[in-house]
């Protein structure tokens, strides 16, 4: 029997497994299996919104799986929850556990799933499940679906691979007949002469009724997008009809954003739909447009958009690499120089924490923008990068603090993404600008006449715009008008303690005497002030001479080699600098040499090579051809001493057999 193993994958389209399986040549029994998975559910970043999302994913794949696919309207809340699975055999039970029961019972010939760039729990339940196939010889086959290379060993390959990956063909989508086939082929589970599994589930799980996530996380957010490759389809078709063509102007803003920015990123999380499917029609919508440019040029802020909507796409990738390159930056700072910051014992405050995470710290446009994620999940990036930058520096919380909540908020939590951004915004990678938000500014260039925040924030809803972003500066006389009152130091709310404030986001508070009113909280600091002090801690780090060492360190391994235009960490090349420079100025490269392991002999020559590179003013801190070889030569001795898997240069897939000189994939030689 073949195993298709659905994770991060929910769909039809571009989907290596499903379209082997339904072209079935080989006519073998097969088994469609998805896992809630108790040890990834207890994950603290998990939310219930994530996994109610995931099952109107496997609704909707199960529904075209059968044949009866199709959109659901949104409000079909019946049909996600009582649909009965007839292709997808889902079971709430671990992975190697699940798979170990199925062999039992019947012998599996192959699993066949896509490659996943997570977080340290599925790397480890990965590698359980690669290790359970190994003992008992079935093989796993690991498809690409993000463009990530495993195994990198050089960030300079990582362009071609990822053009690699999109210039292969998509698998083609199953057609009707061979869906027909396929499910005569399904085996039977639970039935009287089926195999048995622990955790069967026919219907979807409430995440009500999952134990492995604490209470107060298992519900569901109202106003959430709803999930599905249906819904995918849609929202991108919509993208590239009418929404998109003011991407490029209508990003920055949360008002417009919801608009005209695409979406697409929880789909793309829970792979409802693929990153090529996206990268490929959209291609074909600029080349559409470029025609139409000859006979108009009405395209053009069309175009303009649909490159810049293009180069985040492929930032995607580019962010996934660095976690898969270096899975620990989900717990370490990416650059170690910066691991004593906002760790001194005084430095985290329970209480602003608290305020943060519910807005209530008394900034109208940072609680508007955290209350709108809690509301649906989903912000824009300019507005994400502004709420981590308010608790990294204004609030001096350490971004490991903080990335759980923020995970939860996000209906798109993608680990590959999540960490290297929050570490990026809060200055710990070392190749990064330091980029910190005046938050009132951001709110007035963004919303200047408060519509977002009146939208998140009921109890400012009265307040004329010119106090809308610093009601704190209205006079008392006015807040009796407008039926607001604005905390000052001796805050009522602080009387009425922190816990009350968790039943209060609606801003009506209820006094003793029974007196309802309208309450928002003063600032909870100095932004200004808190601004400089966070500023001066970071540079005095960014100055050592040790920060800039291991900066270059992180740069060789992680850094984008674009050298023109918009940098892919999400900075203009101007902002980096003084890493460029201080490449520039470098000229022993101690701290690089140190990472190529030369003999004195090369050392010495590389030192001179690197001088003239230096005189030649090339700004990126490339290894020489020379280090990069010898480099690599002590790294394939390294493979050949010590076995372990490898990835195939041209299809990406991850070889198990060490000293193969094929790819038991493609076939293609290894490289
Ligand atoms: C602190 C922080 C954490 C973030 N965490 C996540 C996360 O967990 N998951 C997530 O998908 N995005 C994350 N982002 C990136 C970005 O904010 C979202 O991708 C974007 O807001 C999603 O909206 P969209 O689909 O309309 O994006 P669009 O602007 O339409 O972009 C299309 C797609 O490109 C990708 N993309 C866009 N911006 C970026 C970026 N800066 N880096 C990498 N990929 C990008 C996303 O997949 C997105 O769906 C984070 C940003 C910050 C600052």
């Known amino acids: 029997m073949d195993v298709v193993w659905l994770k991060k994958d929910v769909r039809l389209h571009d989907h290596a497994p499903l379209s082997l399986i339904a072209a079935g040549g080989n006519c073998r029994p097969c088994l469609i299996l998805y896992l809630y998975e108790p040890d990834q559910l207890s994950e603290a970043t998990v939310h219930g919104s994530h996994v109610a999302f995931v099952n109107e994913g496997l609704v909707d794949l199960d529904l075209r799986l059968s044949g009866r696919g199709g959109s659901i309207a949104d409000d079909d809340i019946d049909l996600y929850r009582h649909h009965q699975f007839r292709c997808i055999t889902v079971c709430h039970a671990g992975a190697a556990f699940t798979f170990r029961e199925i062999h039992r019972q019947r012998p599996i010939h192959q699993i066949l799933c896509h490659m996943e760039t ?62 027909r086939q396929m499910r005569r082929r399904l085996i039977d589970v639970g039935g009287a002469e089926g195999i048995q599994l622990h955790g069967l589930c026919r219907s979807p799980m409430n995440p009500t009724d999952m134990q492995e996530i604490s209470a107060q996380n298992r519900h569901d957010r109202a106003n959430r997008q709803r999930g599905g490759e249906s819904k995918a389809l849609d929202m991108f078709q919509s993208f590239l009809s009418h929404r998109g063509a003011n991407y490029s102007s209508g990003i920055s803003s949360p008002n417009t954003s919801w608009t005209t920015g695409s979406r697409l990123s929880p789909y793309l999380t829970w792979g409802h739909m693929s990153l090529r499917h996206v990268i ?8 559409e447009l470029r025609s139409a440019k000859k006979v108009s040029s009405s395209p053009i802020p069309w175009l303009r958009s649909l490159a810049s909507f293009q180069s985040r796409m492929h930032w995607r990738s580019h962010f996934m690499q660095k976690l898969e390159s270096q899975p620990s930056l989900e717990k370490e700072d990416l650059c170690l120089a910066f691991s004593k910051l906002r760790r001194q014992p005084h430095d985290f405050c329970q209480e ?92 007035k260039d963004q919303d200047p006449s408060g519509i977002f925040i009146r939208r998140y924030i009921p109890e400012l809803r009265n307040v004329p715009d010119e106090y809308i972003h610093e009601p704190y500066n209205m006079p008392s006389s006015m807040q009796k008008k407008y039926l607001v009152t604005i905390g000052n130091g001796d805050d009522k709310v602080a009387r009425l303690g922190f816990s009350n404030l968790k039943q209060t986001l609606s801003g009506v508070y209820e006094e003793t005497d029974g007196n309802n009113f309208l309450y928002y909280p003063s600032p909870i600091v100095d932004e200004k002030l808190t601004a400089k002090l966070a500023k001066d801690k970071l540079s005095t780090v960014r100055k050592q001479e040790s920060t800039k060492v291991e900066a270059d360190q992180v740069f060789l391994k992680h850094g984008s080699r674009r050298s023109r235009g918009e940098d ?55 290894p020489t051809a020379m280090s990069q070889a010898s480099f690599r030569t002590e790294s394939s001795q390294a493979a050949m001493t010590e076995p372990r898997e490898w990835s195939c240069k041209l299809c990406t897939y991850l070889n198990e057999k060490p000293l193969a000189l094929v790819c038991s994939m493609c076939g293609s030689v290894r490289q």
């Not at 003999?599 to 030649?616: A, F």
């Open 352 to 443: 602003h924490y608290d305020a943060w995470c519910q807005g209530l710290t008394g900034f109208p446009f940072v609680d508007a923008c955290m209350r709108c994620l809690i509301d649906c999940g989903w912000l824009n990036f300019r507005m994400r990068a502004m709420l981590v930058s308010f608790a990294t520096y204004n609030l001096w919380l350490d971004w490991k603090k903080i990335s759980c909540h923020l995970a939860r908020v996000f209906l798109d939590y993608e680990p590959g993404i999540h960490y290297p951004q929050l570490q990026m915004q809060a200055g710990t990678t070392g190749i990064n600008a330091m980029r910190v938000y005046n938050v009132t500014k951001q709110g």
């Open 118 to 179: 997570s977080h340290l729990k599925s790397f480890a339940r990965d590698k359980a499940v690669r290790r359970w196939c190994r003992a008992n010889n079935v093989p796993i086959k690991e498809f690409n679906q993000t463009g990530v290379t495993r195994c990198l060993s050089n960030r300079d390959d990582f362009s071609a691979n990822f053009n690699r990956f999109l210039d292969r063909p998509m698998p083609e989508s199953p057609s009707s007949d061979q869906l």
């Open 568 to 622: 892919r960490d999400g900075v203009k090349p101007k902002a980096l600098s003084s890493a460029i420079k201080r490449v520039r100025v470098d000229r022993g490269q101690t701290s690089l040499l140190s990472s190529w392991k030369f003999s004195p002999h090369e050392q010495q020559n590389s030192s001179e090579r690197n001088e003239k590179t230096v005189d030649n003013g090339v700004l990126d801190k490339k």
């Open 280 to 287: 490929v029609h959209t291609k074909r919508r600029q080349e």
